[in-house]
């Protein structure tokens, strides 16, 4: 289920108006690079830690960070204990 960030802690008003953050579940924190030729861009983690999904850095949330990324990679981060199954070839 999509959700936007501001269900995860209704008290934070930093999350009421990041309309380009969303949530898979419960879990997933997914943040589309929306600029062509972006070298990466800011994002508001929730309280917690977060991890990243593509280099497995973690990170304290409640605060806004600066992710290195591009179009090609979509800045994913996951809440600790997360199962997340993928399929490599």
């Known amino acids: ?9 209704i008290h934070d008003p930093d999350t009421y108006y990041r309309e380009d953050e969303f949530m898979i579940g419960d879990r997933l924190l997914v943040c589309p690079v ?20 593509w280099d497995d850095s973690i990170v304290e949330g409640k605060k806004e960070v600066w992710v290195k990324c591009g179009l090609h990679q979509i800045p994913l981060f996951v809440k600790p204990g ?7 070839t």
């Open 82 to 88: 997360s199962v997340i199954p993928m399929y490599h």
């Open 1 to 9: 289920m999509l959700r936007p960030i501001s269900f995860l802690d």
């Open 34 to 53: 929306l600029q062509a030729g972006a070298e990466g861009r800011k994002i508001y983690l929730p309280e917690g830690p977060w991890y990243s999904l």
